[in-house]
């Protein structure tokens, strides 16, 4: 069993510095520099990737923000001022990925350079950056599953529970689970795939696509705070999606390669 020791990391006079805040920059950090190695060991520029990807991330944090805002639109209309306040959650994923694909890869498109490896450079920096930002949930006691008496059950405060769990004191850790699920996608990526897809354009960052919804489909089965299309899990249709383009993408990807050859 374990528990939060609550979100505030360091308040230094009118300063407050936040462990969702500072997890997010250190996994942003850590995937740029992991970015830049990776663009320099395949000899591209990694001067030009680095601005796409700082780009990518400028998009994918509003993309990952107006996701979550979309689907909860009942509550930010009757608090407009929480919108902004991105340091108490609520950044999804998908809307991230969706963002940083229009900008990043946008800009990458405009500038004629090669947005598609660009994707398949970022796509471990992303799995990793996702096993420790997904700690900020632990911190912020959200993202947290249904009930369990499990030996690593997580104690969360009477505030943060929902209405329909309010007696129950200990929960399932998704976001643990989550976190330790994208560190094995970041080792799977790096050590088994990365070389055997380089010659295929496209197709590392599609198996991390596909890795990646996998484990999502399975741990948001457990959340209660699911974002919702009428009674479907919004993140398990993303999931299926990612999957079913993992699965017809990279095999295509592959044949195309060897056709080439």
Excluded: C
């Excluded at 407050?16 to 805040?21: A, L, P, Q």
């Excluded at 200990?170 to 994208?182: A, K, M, N, Q």
């Amino acid at each position: 069993m374990f528990r939060s020791p609550g979100a505030i990391a360091l308040e230094l006079g009118p300063l407050t510095f936040r462990w969702y805040g500072i997890l997010m920059a250190s996994a942003m950090g850590l995937g740029l520099w992991l970015a830049y190695r990776e663009s320099v060991r395949r000899g591209l520029d990694p001067d030009s990737m680095l601005k796409a990807s700082e780009l990518g991330l400028l998009g994918g944090l509003v993309g990952a923000r107006l996701y979550y805002v979309a689907f909860n639109l009942d509550y930010y209309l009757r608090y407009p001022g929480k919108i902004f306040a991105v340091w108490e959650g609520g950044l999804a994923i998908h809307g991230g990925v969706l963002g940083g694909l229009l900008v990043g890869g946008g800009y990458a498109l405009l500038r004629s350079l090669p947005a598609v490896t660009y994707l398949d450079i970022a796509a471990p920096s992303l799995a990793l950056g996702q096993a420790i930002g997904r700690w900020g949930n632990f911190f912020n006691e959200e993202a947290f599953g249904t009930p369990t008496s499990l030996p690593w059950r997580l104690f969360i405060s009477p505030s943060h529970r929902p209405i329909q769990y309010a007696q129950d004191e200990y929960f399932h850790p998704t976001f643990l689970y989550e976190s330790l699920w994208d560190f094995v996608v970041f080792l799977l990526l790096i050590v088994v795939f990365r070389r055997r897809l380089e010659r295929a354009p496209g197709a590392l960052f599609l198996t991390y696509l596909g890795l990646y919804s996998l484990g999502r489909f399975m741990t948001e089965a457990l959340r209660t705070d699911a974002l919702m299309l009428g009674p479907i899990r919004v993140a398990q249709l993303a999931s299926i999606v990612g999957v079913t383009l993992a699965l017809i993408g990279v095999p295509m990807l592959m044949r195309r390669n060897r056709a080439a050859a």
